[in-house]
């Protein structure tokens, strides 16, 4: 090709319009090209579609990848057709494909639509979707989203479509340096309770277990922490796909299935700058599809790890006892329904063994039966072996072969077996023996337990609830409390368990004099346990609608985070109808106390140094939640009562998680109960009910506010001539006079930088717009300088509206406060 001098010197300028044209405009359309060198950049920048090289490959590749260092690819379009150079273009067609052209301009790959379109354009959306539209009425012809390839993005669904005949898998790469279609793929299939699977070649590799419509109840430790934003949605009519959207969506998190089979969960860690995976599947040997093959039941803690389901034995013993368990075991003694009518007349009816905490076999018919309906459906249906009960799914029945079934330590649903009589007689048998051993046993192990109990008592004041009590061999004589029974054991192993009786003595009787304060979710009272050690007893009041199974999954969960910023959680009490957690016990009491209080702690006066270590520590408490502790904890109330003080005044975050335990599992971002505190509540959530990371980040900035005016931000009334606390922060910045903001008893004004710098990151919180405000980790950069400029903040929320205080009497431990009310009720 001729150029002629004209043009030689206009190429240079063209290049450059063409690339700020590219990247800027973010969109591809006719005639427009997206060269190697160039990338066209979603709105918020998160996202960019280019080319690129894989490791041990100078194969080019075009794709979607996470706009970090380096790029992370989250979907490929010529997957199977890499270019050879570095000379292919994207550009759209002239039937309105989006097409990459290699050297010879010839289409390695297209979108193929059709039919044709006059003009269309390729745009990256924010959430990572390459979408093309026809440009004359906007309408979406092609989607990225459409044909993943091995991640997951918040707002993809990943299921079957029946209006539009798609089924929408993820595909594995064959390597991390070939993305080509792999062995792997995960979805969900249409059947009557559906589930994620995992296929290697088509065959199943890995399952969930069904939908709950809160988490799959085949895997145990998914809590609903983990499926935050989660949303299956069946249709019952062929359409049924899983989505998510975290409340937190700029969050980069994201799922992914690796070429040898595994789906992670992956989240930038920015600490690290590097993708943590922060959940896995699967995770175990008994994950793995089959295992132990049909009527085989997997326990990963036990040894070999497979074992036939009871009523069953091994199809061949031999290969059975090298551990090859591929053929699974056989009935010992064929089901009545199965023989000749003869044998039914004699009322010998096949009846049903309850195996607990199981991972459900594969293939569940659901059946519109409810409650009792459901067993004697089954009895009736001869092909029926198996069926469970659960809310939130309902009856579900087995036929054929049970494939897949684990014995969970924790979790898992009750299963229910068909079996014939004459399993139940051997039974018996087998159950008078019990009955003489049991007694003599039980004498043996209460006396044992006794000194054991008193032992550990002595030490701590707690017992544990060890497999002495509760062992599997011994179903039946711990059946005293019912509440006990429900309870499964595993749970009890990991959380210290105190005894009633214990706490109420640590704290005479729950006397008014061990009282520390009311809170919102109940009193709590100072205790003292045998030992000496010092411990809060929250006694939650009844209103909690919470199963005691959801319970004690959330205090398992959150007694385990830990961080010198948190108050810590030992353990709970559940006896006699009462829930009551036992947390480490506070002798400095809260900050509100500090910053608004009265005489009696005034030579323990909180000088700025003291100040900022409190901000911080209470930045980092609340960083550890919301990410670092992977379960993402959104605290929904957070306030100068809910912040404990100990000895060197450092801060500790209390009440975390009690949002969690008491609004169960509706943690989406919207909830239809607001949990909080007037006056620190973000206006989103105080009426709209959504909260998000930054809802807390809010009632973080009002209490940065209050810690460096030492007034409560509900103690303004109309004479100040202000509002409240932020109107007045709010007044003192625009007219440069923050001095008047900051507490009079601070006396360290050389420090008016830092100090400017804290009233500034306080008003960038609490701006009206939960996206216009920064999120924790940047807050504490802020904090430490590490951020230099810091954004102007825009006017706060409230602040020309009439105050949201409300007088009321709510005290946390330690609190003497009687202004703020921690409210819940329905909107
Ligand atoms: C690239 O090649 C090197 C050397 O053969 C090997 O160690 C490395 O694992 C390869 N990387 C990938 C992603 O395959
Ligand atoms: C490909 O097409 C472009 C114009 O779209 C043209 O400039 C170029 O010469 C063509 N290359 C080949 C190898 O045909
Ligand atoms: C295609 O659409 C763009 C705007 O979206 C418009 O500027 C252009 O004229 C259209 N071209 C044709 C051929 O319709
Ligand atoms: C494409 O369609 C989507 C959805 O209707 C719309 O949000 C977007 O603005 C459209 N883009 C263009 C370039 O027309
Ligand atoms: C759906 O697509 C499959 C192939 O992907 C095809 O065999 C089937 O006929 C289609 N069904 C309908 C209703 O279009
Ligand atoms: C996939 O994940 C598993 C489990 O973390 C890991 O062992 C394996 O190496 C990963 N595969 C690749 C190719 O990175
Ligand atoms: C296990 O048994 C099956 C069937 O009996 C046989 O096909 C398979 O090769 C055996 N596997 C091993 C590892 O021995
Ligand atoms: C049951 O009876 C049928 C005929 O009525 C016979 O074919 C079958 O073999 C019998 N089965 C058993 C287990 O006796
Ligand atoms: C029960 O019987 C019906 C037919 O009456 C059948 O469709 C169904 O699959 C059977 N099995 C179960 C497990 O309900």
């Given at each position: 090709?001729?150029?002629?001098t ?7 300028v ?5 690339l700020?044209?590219s990247?800027a ?42 706009n ?9 379009a ?28 010839r ?19 924010d ?29 993809m669904?990943?299921g ?20 080509s ?15 994620i ?10 399952r ?15 809590t ?61 040997e ?41 053929r ?12 000749n009518?003869?044998?039914?007349e ?52 087995w ?41 003599v046993?039980?004498i043996?192990?209460a ?10 008592a ?18 039946n ?10 309870i ?6 990991e ?37 000496g050690?010092?411990?809060a ?27 010198r ?18 947390y ?15 005489q ?31 379960l ?47 006056g620190y ?13 930054k ?19 509900t ?12 109107a ?39 701006q009206?717009y939960?996206?216009d ?23 706060p ?31």
């Amino acid at each position: 090709m001729k150029l002629s001098t004209r043009e030689i010197l206009l190429f240079p300028v063209v290049l450059v319009l063409f690339l700020s044209i590219s990247t800027a405009s973010g969109i591809i359309s006719t005639n427009k090209f997206l060269r190697d060198s160039e990338t066209l950049v979603s709105n918020d920048k998160r996202f960019i579609f280019g080319f690129f090289s894989l490791e041990n490959s100078t194969n080019r590749y075009v794709g979607v990848m996470f706009n970090v260092q380096p790029p992370t690819v989250v979907w490929v379009a010529n997957r199977e057709r890499p270019l050879q150079d570095s000379r292919g273009r994207v550009t759209i067609s002239d039937d309105g494909n989006l097409v990459i052209l290699n050297s010879q301009n010839r289409s390695i790959w297209s979108s193929n639509i059709s039919p044709a379109v006059r003009n269309s354009t390729a745009q990256l959306l924010d959430t990572g979707n390459l979408i093309l539209n026809d440009s004359s009425n906007g309408r979406v012809l092609w989607e990225s989203f459409r044909d993943p390839s091995d991640c997951f993005l918040q707002t993809m669904k990943i299921g079957v479509d029946v209006s539009t005949n798609t089924t929408n898998l993820l595909k594995s790469w064959i390597s991390p340096s070939d993305p080509s279609v792999g062995s792997f793929s995960a979805g969900i299939q249409p059947e009557t309770v559906p589930q994620i699977s995992i296929w290697k070649n088509g065959k199943p590799h890995w399952r969930s277990g069904p939908w709950n419509k809160q988490v799959f109840i085949g895997v145990p430790d998914m809590t609903s922490f983990y499926l935050n934003g989660f949303d299956l949605v069946n249709d019952n009519k062929g359409t049924v796909y899983l989505t998510y959207l975290y409340a937190n969506q700029v969050e980069l998190m994201y799922f992914t299935l690796n070429s040898t089979g595994f789906l992670q969960q992956k989240y930038m860690d920015p600490s690290k700058n590097d993708w943590e995976v922060t959940w896995e599947f699967p995770a175990t040997e008994c994950d793995f599809y089959g295992k132990c093959g049909p009527f085989g039941s997997c326990d990963p803690t036990s040894s070999p790890i497979c074992s036939c389901l009871e009523g069953f034995k091994p199809t061949n013993e031999e290969e059975w006892r090298k551990g090859n368990w591929t053929r699974g075991c056989n009935r010992k003694s064929m089901l009545e329904s199965e023989r000749n009518s003869s044998n039914l007349e004699q009322g010998k009816q096949d009846w049903f063994l309850k195996l607990q905490s199981m991972k459900v076999p594969d293939s569940a018919i659901w059946v519109p039966f409810v409650d009792e309906d459901c067993v004697n459906g089954c009895l009736r249906n001869t092909s029926c072996i198996a069926y469970s009960y659960y809310t939130g799914i309902g009856c579900m029945h087995w036929e054929g072969n049970l494939l897949d079934v684990q014995k969970f330590s924790m979790g898992g649903v009750d299963l229910f077996l068909r079996l014939s009589y004459s399993e139940r007689d051997q039974k018996r048998e087998y159950k008078v023996i019990i009955a003489i051993i049991v007694p003599v046993g039980s004498i043996i192990l209460a006396i044992f337990g006794y000194i054991s109990c008193k032992y550990v008592a002595k030490r701590r004041g707690w017992k544990r609830m060890s497999k002495i009590f509760l062992s599997e061999s011994s179903p039946n004589y711990y059946k005293e409390d019912k509440i006990t029974e429900d309870i499964n054991q595993a749970k009890l192993e990991e959380l210290l368990v105190y005894n009633f009786d214990i706490l109420a003595n640590a704290t005479e009787n729950f006397h008014l004099s061990s009282k520390l304060g009311q809170g919102g979710f109940g009193p709590v009272y100072k205790g003292k346990l045998p030992d000496g050690q010092e411990i809060a007893v929250k006694r939650l009041s009844q209103s909690s609608g919470q199963g005691l199974q959801e319970f004690m999954n959330e205090v398992v969960v959150i007694s385990k985070l830990q961080h010198r910023n948190l108050v810590r959680l030992f353990g709970c009490c559940i006896e006699r109808g009462e829930k009551m957690l036992v947390y480490e016990y506070m002798p400095k009491r809260s900050l509100d106390a500090y910053l608004f209080g009265s005489q009696q702690q005034a030579e323990e006066f909180l000088d700025w140094s003291k100040r900022v270590i409190i901000i911080e520590g209470i930045g980092r408490g609340l960083l550890y939640l919301h990410r670092d502790s992977r379960l993402r904890i959104i605290h929904r109330d957070l306030k100068a009562s809910n912040i404990l003080l100990d000895e060197y005044l450092n801060p500790k975050i209390s009440d975390f998680g009690m949002a969690k335990i008491f609004a169960g599992n509706q943690d989406q971002a919207n909830t239809s109960r607001v949990v909080g505190t007037y006056g620190y509540m973000a206006p989103e959530y105080a009426m709209e009910g959504r909260f998000s990371e930054k809802s807390d980040v809010y009632s973080f900035g009002v209490l940065l506010l209050e810690i460096i005016s030492g007034r409560r931000n509900t103690s303004f009334h109309q004479d100040d001539g202000a509002l409240s606390l932020l109107a007045w922060a709010w007044k003192c910045w625009i007219g440069n006079k923050i001095v008047e903001l900051v507490d009079p008893k601070i006396t360290e004004l050389h420090l008016g930088k830092e100090i400017v710098r804290c009233v500034q990151v306080g008003l960038l919180c609490v701006q009206e717009y939960a996206e216009d405000r920064p999120n924790v980790s940047t807050i504490l950069s802020m904090l430490t300088s590490e951020i230099d400029n810091l954004p102007s903040p825009k006017q706060p929320a409230f602040t020309t509206r009439p105050s949201f205080s409300k007088k009321g009497t709510s005290k946390s431990q330690g609190s003497v406060n009687n202004v703020t009310v921690t409210i819940m009720e329905g909107r």
